[in-house]
């Protein structure tokens, strides 16, 4: 048969491909140029003449491993992406295949159940309540006077931050939907957020302009007695502010922002408290790191990626909310969460999200979660972060380097004495010889070399290597 010879061809492609990046044996990043991968793969023949032979596909697949930057690489140091663990891969192959857009219940029972149960995981470790599954739990839910949790899992972050945005937005001014946004809203965020909140600003019409940013100290978290004056400053520019956003972890060097104290600030002057924990909410998993997410219950909505920490393939994003009316009623102005009150046995996800057909994601995540289980993931998390805080102890303590906060996260930033030019010319060249792929940021308007420890395979002497060969190209520029 077609499909499983030529899914063997496929397979043992990637295994092989695979064995090889994890050993190293390959380079982490090859970026011939454009105009040779076009013509050297194929693609106009191909294109045109369809019928690819099994030979032909071999020889595709081949040519594009080569061309893809191996994520799971020791010396893949660069992105938030996790380098998948094959399950969550054979999920994807599964999504992929049946091709259920499950938004709608009937387009996809399996897929909405999966996500349905892993909407109320999410909530569980974040302390919120779950969501009723059966009718006799829903009751028991309304005879106690119980409001639960409610979620979507969707493509990324950003989306799900746009989403949370729009959620809050509505709260403060429910007429928007119908009517757009009146004059007077803004935004209260560190300016070390996620550039998705300032986007969102701008898509919801809000514009980045009316973002007042939160005052930091020099590890980038706010200052929560500093939170007041900002907010003073919202209202006396005769402003209303749509959702306070914090950072756990931030982007450029992944510290987590005092989560307690801000829901307490936000509680009392009945402000909507997003939490953007794309990176960082996965140390939720961890009993030795959940921690840094203290106070992350007096939240209102929290973005969580498991295609960063939790060795997802891209994309799975949950986002999720302490009371599901917030998500309920963000698409529509009433409440649409009539699960059993359907003529059908389960629940359309369509009401919240942007999205119309929707891949089930929550099978990418399910089968990492039945091959590690909540343990392995958890050290999982704990080994990189640990890992990250000894190059910290390590690289700090060289006379050439200056770090730039202690980590908290798997994120280190950190430079060899010189300008900023020098950081950006050592990562082109590090990149140009493919040996290691880092990245580099701007933080305290200082430059750094930047690395993300995400591959299970990555040690200690990744590390070290990675400081020789920086410091031989130094010496080289030099
Ligand atoms: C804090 C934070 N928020 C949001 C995002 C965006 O997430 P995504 O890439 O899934 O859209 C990122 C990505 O790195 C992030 O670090």
Redesign the pocket.
Known sequence: MSFVTKANIVVNALNKHDLQAKAGKSKVIVMPPIEELISDFNLDFHIKNGKMSEKDLAQFVEKYLFATTKLHHPSYLAH?VAPPHYAGSLGAMIDGFTNNAMAIYEMGPAAAAIEYFLINWFLEKVGWEPSPVTLEEEKEDARKGHNFGGGILTH???IA?LTAMIAARNRVAPDAWDNGNPPDLALLAPSGC?Y?IARAASIIGVGQKAIYHLQVDKNGAVIPDKLQIVYDQLKNDGKRPIALTA?ACS?AVGIYDPLDEIGDFCEENNIWFHV?G??GASALLSQKYKYLLKGIEKADSL?W?A?KLMQVPT?C?ALLFRDHNSIDTAFKQEASYLFHKKEQPGFDFIHRTIECTKAGLGLKLFMVLAALGEKGLSEYIEDRVELTLKAYEYIDNLPEFTCSVKPESNILCFRINGKDDLQIKIRDRLIAEGDFYLSTTSFNNVRYLRIVIMSPETTFDEIKKLIKSIKNIQSKLE
Do not use: I, K, P, V
Request: glycine share 12%; proline share 0%; net charge negative.
């Open positions: 938030q990324g972050g950003s931050n996620h998705s950072n982007t953007d794309a990176h973005t990626d295609h994309l994003a």
